[in-house]
T-cell receptor, first 112, second 112 residues
Framework: NAGVTQTPKFQVLKTGQSMTLQCAQDMNHNSMYWYRQDPGMGLRLIYYSASEGTTDKGEVPNGYNVSRLNKREFSLRLESAAPSQTSVYFC???????????FGPGTRLTVT | QKEVEQDPGPLSVPEGAIVSLNCTYS??????FMWYRQYSRKGPELLMYTYSSGNKEDGRFTAQVDKSSKYISLFIRDSQPSDSATYLC????????????FGTGTRLTIIP
């Protein structure tokens, strides 16, 4: 059981470039989440997906899009990266209605 | 006002000391109170959770909730260097709610 995996681990982008962060879980969880973590701001929810085929905005969705490709995979896309999107991005999953969220190892993104 | 406030620290204490980590919250609907632990350059992992007011003990860790003052605490007894991490509180109203609100986290260092 790999749990929640994220790729890439590190990425440097120039302003205006696009990229997709990948997330996959092998725990058969219904719900998946994307967070960003910034110093002094804690974890903030970007988007979440309560089930395959559904996605909803979180606290800070602007500048991002997501795709719930299937039950296992949930990707986060930056269409035109900005320096304000420099952050550590975490994917998480859980069984709907159960309290524990399982987090991936994170992707460290720098936008110059 | 943020829904969840947490002193970011950093907090440094000698090995063996009792550590107290605290959060305050503003949403009266919160009923479940979780603590996540995050080691450096890793994703958060659930440490423990409590329901409503009262105490819950798990080994060297005790979680305490005072709903009347909207105050959450995590106590660590006989602190160890392996407890050095960032601790995030995360209250939620019910587990059907997809949106989890995290505190900013308190960075703790246990000095050998």
């Amino acid at each position: 059981n790999a749990g929640v995996t994220q790729t890439p681990k590190f990425q440097v982008l120039k302003t205006g470039q696009s990229m997709t962060l990948q997330c996959a879980q092998d725990m058969n969880h219904n719900s998946m989440y994307w967070y960003r973590q910034d110093p002094g701001m804690g974890l903030r929810l970007i988007y979440y997906s309560a089930s395959e085929g559904t996605t909803d905005k979180g606290e800070v969705p602007n500048g991002y899009n997501v795709s719930r490709l299937n039950k296992r995979e949930f990707s986060l896309r930056l269409e035109s990266a900005a320096p304000s999107q420099t952050s550590v991005y975490f994917c998480a999953s859980r069984v709907t209605g159960v309290y524990e969220q399982y987090f991936g190892p994170g992707t460290r993104l720098t936008v110059t | 006002q943020k829904e969840v406030e947490q002193d970011p620290g950093p907090l440094s204490v000698p090995e063996g000391a009792i550590v107290s980590l605290n959060c305050t919250y503003s949403n009266s609907a919160f009923q479940y109170f979780m603590w996540y632990r995050q080691y450096s350059r890793k994703g958060p992992e659930l440490l423990m959770y409590t329901y409503s007011s009262g105490n819950k003990e798990d080994g060297r860790f005790t979680a305490q909730v005072d709903k009347s003052s909207k105050y959450i605490s995590l106590f660590i007894r006989d602190s160890q260097p392996s407890d050095s991490a960032t601790y995030l509180c995360a209250p939620i109203s019910n587990f059907g709610n997809e949106k989890l609100t995290f505190g900013t986290g308190t960075r703790l260092t246990i000095i050998p």
